[in-house]
């Protein structure tokens, strides 16, 4: 396993190109995941997308707190509902911390990093994460929905506020 160097704004364009889908996960596509995974736990990150470390492909991993962690290729957000406030980092936005909605569950198709068709329901950070790294699968970042200036903010000038996960 290798720790990937990460992407970082702005002068990353792969961050904001729309990745391409996975057709055959072979030995290199393992590999890539395994790195993303041990890159993502490096970087203390919750989540990573393959468009972070360089690479134009639709696959993300995530770690949730006390959990295993997973790879999603080729996900796909099926249904969204409700509403819920975060406050969210992105590991190619360091130093920074945004106030955003996101949907409060989502459900996501994809298949796992043997293949096999899975589907994921989740709520809370779970679902932020799967909208977040989904979201940079398609060009997109946290910033984007980032309504006023004043919801953007410097983590290193606001420490005591510093809180919300990197994805
Ligand atoms: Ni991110």
Not at 11 to 29: G, M
Not at 65 to 94: D, F, K, R
């Amino acid at each position: 396993m290798a720790i990937l160097p990460i992407s970082h704004l702005p002068q990353d364009s792969v961050l904001r190109q729309k990745a391409k889908r996975v057709s055959i996960i072979d030995s290199s596509i393992q590999r890539l995941i395994d790195d993303m995974i041990e890159t993502m736990q490096e970087a203390k990150g919750v989540g990573l997308a393959a468009p972070q470390v360089g690479i134009s492909l639709r696959i993300i991993v995530i770690r949730m707190p006390g959990e295993q962690p997973m790879a999603i290729i080729n996900p796909e957000i099926v249904e969204h509902n409700g509403e819920q406030e975060v406050t969210e980092g992105c590991l190619s936005v360091p130093g920074y911390r945004g106030e955003i909605k996101r949907s409060a569950q989502v459900t996501v198709k994809g298949k796992d990093r043997q293949g096999k068709r899975i589907k994921i329901k989740a709520t809370g950070l779970m679902a932020e994460a799967l909208e977040h790294e989904s979201d940079h699968l398609d060009g997109k970042l946290y910033i984007d929905h980032i309504e006023s200036q004043d919801k953007l903010y410097n983590v290193e000038r606001r420490i005591s506020s510093e809180r919300g996960e990197n994805l």
